[in-house]
Every structure is written in C-alpha cells, then in structure tokens.
C-alpha cells in the first residue's frame, strides 16, 4: 500500500493590491475526510476562507507573516472562497494536502509515447541509433476504442511502432505514432528543454563522444557538443527529425566503445512540472521514491547545452520504481530560470513531440477504480479488450499518465 500526501488544490498565491479587496473562488475533488489548509501568509492578517460554506479561517486569525495549517473536512467535490479586505499589499499562499493509501498495483514502465510526422523516417532513426528490436505494425491501425480512450469522439487512422534496445523487443519501448488525415493535429514538439510537461527522454551509452560524432555524421541534429553538468553528468541532447529531445548521458564506468552506437537503457523520463511537491506525492501515490535531488544550476557551457544563452537553473528530484531492468525513473524538473508557465498539450494526444507515459498493472479494472475513488480526472474511456484494456489520466500537470493491462470486470 502506497501513503502519499496529496495536494488537493493549489498551491495557489492571491496578490492584494492596496486599498482594495480580494475575492477568489474554485472547486476541487478529493476523497471524503480530513485535510490540511495550509496558509503563507506574507503582510495578509485578515481574511475570511470557506470550505463548502463552512467558514475553517475567520478574519484577523492570520499571523500576518508566515505559515499557518489549519484542520479542515473534505467531500468528494468542494469549493473554496477566500475573501480579503482591503488593506496594504501582500500576498496569502494556499495549499489544501489530504493524506490518501492506495495500490495501483503497477508492475513496469510500458513505454514513453512519441508522435512523428513520418513512421518510415522515425523507424530508419531508432535503427541508427542502435534500437534492435521492433514491433511493426503494433496495434489497430483504426480503432474506436483505443481512439476514444486518447480523447478522440469516435475513431482514428494511426502507423504505430514500438522500439526497443532489445531483441526479441522488451519494454521499455519507444510508442512512435504517426496520426494520420484529418487525425494529424499540426502542433510542433516544445520547442525548449524547460515546457511544462514530457520535453525529453534519457539514454546512457558507454561511450557518449563516440556516439555523439558517430550520430553526427548520420545527420542527426544536436543541442551543443557533449558537456559536463555541475553534478558531474556528461550529456548531451539532440532532436528527432520533427524536433522532439532527446538526451544521451556517459554510463558509469567511463567509455567503452564497441561499434557505434552504444546506448545501454532507458535512464529517465523527464516531467517538466509547476511544483515539485505536488508532482511527487502523485506519483508516491503511484508506487515511485525519491532517489536522488536532480536541483542544479550554471552557465556558459551547461547552459548551452540546455539550447540556452544565459544561466540556467531548475530544482528537481528523480523518483524510481521496481528494480533491476524493471526499474523506471522519473525525471521531476521545476525550472527556475528561465521559466515557462505554458501548460502541457491538451487531449487528444494527435499533436508532435512527446506526451505520454505508460505502466503496465496487475489488474486495469482495480487500477481505474482506485483512481477514480481517489478523485483523480479519467481522460477517456477504457479502451481495447478484456485481455488488454488502456485508459488514461491526468497528473497534476495535465500529463497524460497511461495504464494497460487485464480487465477483470
């Protein structure tokens, strides 16, 4: 059973302008029992906070600086409204968190989804870069279900194919897609490293020059040359040939060059998220741990190497699952400087660049019901069949969180 501490709603910050009142309003879901309002106060000392019409914070009961938590009882919908009078500028921070249990019953990253423009250029591109297993076609080509599971009303015309760095192929794969007609939604990949939402995806080689030079000669585009990151990280990025990232990191153990390329394993997934707390308790609900703070910062070089003249900064925290070749890590970034608040795509998910990220489960049937019992919001509708079903849902961030496996209801 996994325990996590769950933001409900927020974290959101009200801006008083003086000599005026503020007023806010929202609705959120949760499950039904108690919760935490936590309160930063910063020159606010007087408002009034309701919850479901029910008054939790009177006037005058804020500290005026700093952070308060006050006790407060939640149903499955709710709303808040926070009134300040008028007064000096300041500002009130508020966060409602709700410590929830749940087993989701996840067994493995399935794979990252990656939307191209042409199949045939994206299977010749995974070929150079060492992917020696594939699945091609994978899936229907047309289904209803599977369609409207992604957010489509009725039906659409895709080329799917899986790619994997093993043979017979073994998760986790690359899902590529090319929508195709009317289905194609013409909305690039993020066009920087530090969007909101899945910007790239990490690969370890055992000799990251050589690949680097090899991939080179291949016409693939790439960010910068190799650089070191302040944590001692050697990397890289370069783009797909629709502009989708890509980063290449040295395995530990130095260079070990046989014949290029030498990509060993999927490293990370990267999420591009607004708060790093409200992101890791999510997916702590999920089965994932902390394993390693991923916050950095620096110029010159490091900051090229992102596709960016100035310094660059972003607090971060890796989060795993499993072990072994089972293992999946989570890449978790909140960008500092420069900051993007651009959301993550809207569904459906017809659009280029890479949005979306699957696990496998035990039982798809349990698994969607504890997530709906949690309050959390279900993309769409279960697709495929009783012996392999997909649905989806958002993460805090609007991230499109795939679950597939067996129904059994």
């Known amino acids: 059973m996994n325990e996590a501490n769950l933001t409900r709603f927020g974290p959101a910050t009200l801006q008083r302008q003086p000599g005026q009142p503020t007023s806010f309003s929202a609705t959120f879901r949760s499950i039904v029992g108690p919760a935490k309002l936590v309160l930063n106060a910063q020159g606010v000392d007087n408002a009034l906070i309701t919850i479901n019409g029910a008054s939790v914070v009177a006037p005058q009961e804020l500290s005026g ?50 939307n191209t423009t042409d199949i045939e250029r994206q299977r010749a591109l995974y070929e150079t870069l060492g992917f020696i297993g594939e699945i091609y076609p994978a899936g229907p080509e047309t289904s209803t279900t599977f369609a409207q599971a992604l957010g489509f009303p009725d039906n659409y015309l895709i ?81 797909d040939q629709d502009g989708a990232f890509l980063k290449l990191i040295q ?12 990509l060993v394993r999927l490293v990370n997934t990267n999420m ?68 993007d608040d651009a959301p993550a795509y809207s569904p459906p998910v017809n659009h280029l660049g890479i949005d979306r990220i699957n696990f496998y489960v ?30 989806f849902f958002f993460d805090p961030d609007g991230i499109k969180v795939q679950f597939a496996g067996p129904q059994t209801g």
């Open 159 to 239: 080329h799917v194919s899986l790619h994997s760095l093993e043979n017979p192929p073994m998760p986790p794969f690359v899902d590529t897609v090319q929508f195709r007609g009317d289905f194609y939604r013409e909305e690039p990949p993020y066009a920087n490293l530090n969007h909101i939402g899945m910007a790239y995806a990490t690969y370890s080689t055992t000799d990251l020059d050589g690949d680097f030079s090899y991939l080179q000669s291949k016409g693939v585009e790439f960010v910068s040359s190799p650089s070191t990151a302040p944590n001692g990280e050697r990397f890289v990025f370069f783009k």
């Open 272 to 339: 591009n998220v607004t708060d790093l707390e409200r992101s890791r308790e999510f997916y702590r609900l999920l089965g994932f741990r902390e394993t390693a703070s991923g916050t950095q910062a620096g110029a010159g070089d490091f900051a090229t190497a992102h596709g960016f003249t100035d310094a660059i900064e972003f607090d971060g925290e890796d989060l795993s699952f499993g072990e072994g070749a089972n293992m999946a890590t989570l890449q978790l970034r909140r960008w500092q400087t420069p900051y």
């Open 362 to 391: 035990e039982d798809l049937t349990a698994t969607v019901k504890a997530m709906n019992d949690l309050g959390f919001e279900q993309l769409g509708p279960i697709g495929g069949s009783s012996e392999i079903g997909i649905v």
């Open 251 to 262: 395995a530990d153990g130095g260079a070990k060059s046989t014949s290029a390329p030498n």
């Open 65 to 114: 600086t700093g952070e308060s938590v006050v006790s407060v009882s939640l149903k499955l919908e709710n709303t808040i409204q926070v009134e300040i009078p008028e007064g000096s500028d300041g500002s009130l921070g508020l966060r409602v968190t709700q410590v929830a249990q749940a087993d989701l019953g996840l067994l493995r990253q399935g794979y990252f989804g990656l």
